[in-house]
């Protein structure tokens, strides 16, 4: 019993981090439209390379 909720808030966490995370990026990216459009571009294709960084390395880890 103790093992299934320590799994459950294991994957309630990971979750949460993602969400989180994406989160913030998406408030961030529209944060600097909101400032001006060019820095609103330079900030999303930031985050795509991040994202797709943190992609890259979740799939050669195997996704812990």
Do not use: C, H, P, Q
């Amino acid at each position: 019993m103790t093992t299934m909720i320590r799994n459950f808030f294991n994957l309630l966490w990971s979750v949460i981090d993602v969400l989180l995370f994406t989160l913030g990026i998406i408030f961030l990216v529209y944060g600097a439209f909101l400032l001006d459009k060019v820095i609103g571009f330079f900030a999303l294709g930031i985050a795509l390379i991040v994202l797709g960084v943190l992609t890259e390395l979740a799939n050669v880890k195997g996704g812990e």
